[in-house]
């Protein structure tokens, strides 16, 4: 643990491989989400609590020096070179306040001599360490004493496609918000949801964005608009992304994976329920009923499926490694569009189709 001694209002602790910020007659609090978030190379992640942030606004002399103090014990017990930095994590703090003051994450820059990385938008935290900076336009900044600001995306890590779709306009009819897990895409003029919705809680994947769509008791987009939207991706990422309708029974999933293959004529993945954390931490998916309900109905391990533009094929057995997923998640793939709906699940890992068993893991 590193606890700051020189003033009191304010204290630091180690949680997990973070530092949290808070003050110091506040209830310690959970680690939380905090200690999901993974160790970063170069720079020392320092979660900012609320109770803190209104001294952190002022930068006395006093926590200044407490907080370079345990920023440069951070860098020396990790062997880190000259020019680490700092990830500051809390809302807003690369965005000019109402005075327009200078963000706070350039003034701590300038003060502590070093790097400092912030979210200009609120930030959405998820319980596998993705860490966001929401908002229209909204990303991280980062601020070095004598350099102009760099705004780097709004999602940290940054998965590989982040950049690939940091052009990506809506298409007509549509209204396109970007989420931890790739870009939500809704039909033109609903109206905006809070960040704690299930829709900014999908987790994102590595090697591929989602494509969420629609939401519970809403008109979902229709395939023109979703096809001209999917024709305006980069072509590394078009076969890649991942279909995922929000707040659809299976059956309508399949439906509309169909029809947008149908429509552009390549494959189209798609998920037959919507990825979502447990409040175990582990990577389900939430399955929701016929009738449109707000709220899913259950949480499983629900497939993912590939729908080519051709008329259904015999039930073939394929499996996807969990490098697309990352660690932990098991899951199968059929092309069938109808598949999802005939699926009987045995246990966690297999499942049966008619007289074909499919294993998650790859087994004939």
Do not use: K, N
């Amino acid at each position: 643990m590193l606890v700051s001694t020189r003033r009191s209002e304010v204290v630091a602790v180690q949680a997990g491989s973070v530092l949290v910020v808070r003050a110091a007659d506040a209830a310690a609090a959970e680690p939380g989400h905090a200690a999901a978030l993974a160790a970063e190379p170069y720079r020392t992640i320092v979660v900012v609590e609320g109770s803190a942030a209104a001294e952190l606004d002022e930068l006395s002399d006093e926590l200044v020096a407490d907080l370079q103090d345990l920023v440069h014990a951070d860098a020396y017990a990790r062997g880190g070179p000259a020019g680490w930095g700092i990830r500051l994590v809390a809302p807003r703090m690369a965005r000019p306040d109402a005075s327009r003051a200078d963000p706070l994450a350039g003034r701590l820059a300038d003060r502590l001599g070093l790097e400092v990385i912030a979210p200009d938008g609120e930030l959405v935290t998820l319980r596998g360490g993705e860490l966001f900076s929401a908002g229209p336009g909204a990303g991280w900044v980062g601020f070095r004493p004598g350099h102009d600001p760099e705004w780097s995306g709004p999602r940290y890590p940054a998965p590989v496609w982040q950049a690939a779709l940091s052009g990506v306009a809506p298409s007509r009819g549509t209204t396109v918000t970007s989420i931890p897990a790739g870009l939500w895409v809704r039909v033109a003029g609903a109206a905006a949801l809070p960040l704690v919705d299930l829709g900014f809680g999908v987790p994102a994947e590595p090697h591929r964005p989602i494509v969420l769509v629609g939401a519970p008791g809403e008109d979902v987009p229709g395939v023109a608009e979703l096809a001209a939207l999917y024709e305006a991706f980069p072509a590394e990422i078009r076969e890649s992304a991942v279909l995922a309708p929000y707040g659809q029974d299976p059956r309508g999933c399949a439906a509309l994976a169909q029809s947008l293959a149908d429509r552009l004529g390549f494959l189209v993945r798609g998920y037959h329920a919507l990825p979502h954390y447990a409040a175990d931490g582990d990577r389900r998916f939430a399955v929701f009923g016929a009738g449109g309900g707000a709220r899913p109905e259950r949480l499983s391990e629900a497939p993912e499926a590939f729908y080519r533009p051709t008329a259904p094929a015999r039930p073939r057995r394929e499996s996807v490694g969990p490098a697309a997923y990352g660690t932990g998640l098991r899951a199968i793939t059929t092309r069938d569009p109808w598949v999802a709906d005939d699926l009987d699940e045995l246990d966690p890992a297999t499942y049966v189709i008619s007289d074909l068993t499919v294993y998650a893991d790859g087994r004939p």
